[in-house]
Nanobody, 118 residues
Framework: VQLQASGGGLVQPGGSLRLSCAASGSIFSINVMGWYRQAPGKQRELVAAITNGGGTNYADSVMSRFTISRDNAKNTVYLQMNSLKPGDTAVYYC?????????????WGQGTEVTVSS
């Protein structure tokens, strides 16, 4: 499985960005796609995730500001980020977990940098 992320960049506080991540390869019918981020000196953390059925999960810090969505036909996940804050500055990583019975296979994209600064 390959994950290609795009959409990062520099934005002013209060601005918006939309990240995209296209998956290719052997993708199971049951899977979870998501976004993680890692700021300098901090651990990687979950931002948001979405199942193939549309169930979502968000970090408290981004609730009501970020929206995750996916297009199953295109195997693509999106992260709409609004009201961005300097604290959102990080490298954002796309993630896909293939699920089959008790087996979970984890895949990561290359990361896209988001900088929120005036």
């Amino acid at each position: 499985v390959q994950l290609q992320a795009s959409g990062g960049g520099l934005v002013q506080p209060g601005g918006s960005l939309r990240l995209s991540c296209a998956a290719s390869g052997s993708i199971f019918s049951i899977n979870v796609m998501g976004w993680y981020r890692q700021a300098p000196g901090k651990q990687r953390e979950l931002v948001a995730a979405i199942t193939n059925g549309g169930g979502t999960n968000y970090a408290d810090s981004v609730m009501s500001r970020f929206t995750i969505s996916r297009d199953n036909a295109k195997n693509t996940v999106y992260l709409q980020m609004n009201s961005l804050k300097p604290g959102d500055t990080a490298v954002y990583y796309c993630n896909l977990v293939n699920v089959r019975l008790v087996v979970k296979l984890d895949y990561w994209g290359q990361g896209t940098e988001v900088t929120v600064s005036s």
